[in-house]
């Protein structure tokens, strides 16, 4: 099946600084879209973007799918951004399910 | 509803009980999804539902595990016989052509 491979898998931010975190992917993809878990565990829905840029305030995502990579960037970082980041994609043609990558934990300090 | 609804929040169990678990998606949704997050990892499918179509069960870790969806909305996930490795958060989802997945909150479920 396709493999989602996440990077940095674990990061630290002072509050204020800006990130990317990547998601890259195996195979064609028909379906990705970034999540947030807060610390609670509550999925959020951050872009659904299977190709091209997107911006939500803060937060923008770009995906490059003929180079099978997405990246988001998360500007001026606060302390509720803390959680952790996953890209989750569907591969082109196959049944149906989303596939998970591991992650990227992410804590904002003061 | 406005969000995908599950229900019992938090369950406790003892080993070799049956357990069943709830979700209510969002209206309109024809696609619903289960999923499972054990501790500090990622998220592994479970079962996912279609319309009327033969749910697509591969994810399904043993016979133990089944669902069902009743008139193409709300959806049970049982679990007989429950072990301590069952434990985990059980994630819904229901997703639309537009906007992808959304999930909701999940049962966390312990077994003791």
């Known amino acids: 099946g396709i493999q989602v491979e996440q990077s940095p898998p674990d990061l630290i931010l002072q509050e204020g600084a800006n990130s990317t975190l990547r998601c890259n992917f195996s195979?064609?993809?028909?379906?990705l879209q970034w999540f947030h878990q807060n610390p609670w565990g509550q999925l959020i829905n951050l872009f659904y973007i299977p190709s091209g840029t997107k911006q939500n305030g803060r937060l923008s995502a770009t995906t490059v799918a003929t180079e099978r990579y997405s990246l988001l960037y998360i500007s001026s970082s606060q302390t509720t951004d803390s959680g952790v980041y996953f890209c989750a994609v569907k591969s082109t043609g196959t049944a149906s399910k989303l596939t998970f990558g591991t992650g990227t934990r992410l804590q904002v300090t003061l | 509803g406005a969000g995908v609804s599950q229900s019992p929040s938090n369950k406790v169990t003892e080993k070799g009980k049956d357990v069943e678990l709830r979700c209510d998606p969002i209206s309109g949704h024809t696609a619903l999804y289960w999923y499972r997050q054990s501790l500090g990892q990622g998220l592994e499918f479970l079962i996912y539902?279609?319309?009327?179509?033969?749910?697509?069960k591969s994810g399904l870790p043993s016979d133990r595990f089944s669902a069902e969806r009743t008139g193409g909305s709300v959806s049970t996930l049982t679990i007989q016989r429950t072990q301590q490795e069952d434990s985990a958060v059980y994630l819904c989802?229901?997703?639309?052509?537009?906007?992808?997945?959304?999930f909701g909150s999940g049962t966390r479920l312990t077994v003791v």
């Open positions: 539902f279609q319309g009327n179509s033969a749910p697509d």
């Open positions: 989802a229901s997703r639309s052509p537009s906007y992808g997945y959304t």
């Open positions: 195979d064609s993809v028909n379906n």
